[in-house]
């Protein structure tokens, strides 16, 4: 099975600028849950979504959101994006999220300018 | 919500020593334990995992005991080499966030 991907790889922004970043999850997964990585703040979970609904949410702003397709591939987007939004941004795909297991996709790094 | 603690921070071992990283979390209905391996400018990456049915788990060099009345669980690498050295993070179960996540623990195996 073809592992868990994301496009882009890398993404340069200025503040301000909206971003979206795309998931496709491994075949047959339909829960994708999106991450924030930083190097203080370690993994954090920012919504998790499940058949197209948003099923989970972190503690992040309204100017991160997200959608699911059909075909379970996710995207998220970052709105009015501030210097403290640059991080390596996780994918990771489960059969149905929450008690299973999680495979993560190779991230997507943003840098805000 | 659930809090998951993880230590150490650090930790250095000589090439074939043993290392052990635990963590602890909070949430008593937490049943599900997997722990990841970071290496730089990679994914993490699922290397074991253990349900709350069984107390120790082993693959090859890796393994995971469970302690559920303390609420803690522990990765154990034995034999190690230089290729373990990498960001290791555990994760529990959390109600509405999927997986909250150990803050990590950077393993430097010297050869």
């Known amino acids: 099975k073809a592992g868990v991907t994301q496009t882009p790889r890398y993404l340069i922004k200025t503040r301000g600028q909206q971003v979206t970043l795309s998931c496709s999850p491994i075949s047959g997964h339909r829960s994708v849950s999106w991450y924030q990585q930083t190097p203080g703040q370690g993994l954090q979970f920012l919504f998790e979504y499940f058949s197209e609904t948003q099923r989970n949410k972190g503690n992040f702003p309204g100017r991160f959101s997200g959608r699911q397709f059909s075909n379970s591939r996710s995207e998220m987007n970052v709105s009015t994006l501030e210097l403290g939004d640059s991080a390596l941004y996780l994918c990771?795909?489960?059969?149905?999220?929450?008690?299973?297991?999680?495979?993560f996709g190779p991230g997507t790094r943003l840098l805000v300018l | 919500g659930e809090n998951v603690e993880q230590h150490p921070s650090t930790l250095s071992v000589q090439e074939g020593d043993s290392a052990v990283i635990k963590c602890t979390y909070s949430?008593?209905?937490?049943?599900?334990f997997p722990w990841y391996k970071q290496e730089l400018g990679k994914r993490p990456q699922l290397i074991i995992d253990i349900r709350s049915n069984v107390g120790e788990k082993k693959d090859q060099r890796i393994a995971v005991t469970l302690n559920k009345t303390a609420k803690h669980f522990s990765l154990h690498i034995t034999e190690t080499q230089p290729e373990d050295s990498a960001v290791y993070f555990c994760a529990s179960p959390s109600r509405g966030q999927n997986f909250v996540f150990g803050p990590g623990t950077r393993l430097s195996v010297l050869p």
């Open positions: 990771a795909s489960s059969s149905d999220g929450g008690r299973e297991t999680q495979y």
């Open positions: 949430d008593s209905a937490s049943n599900y």
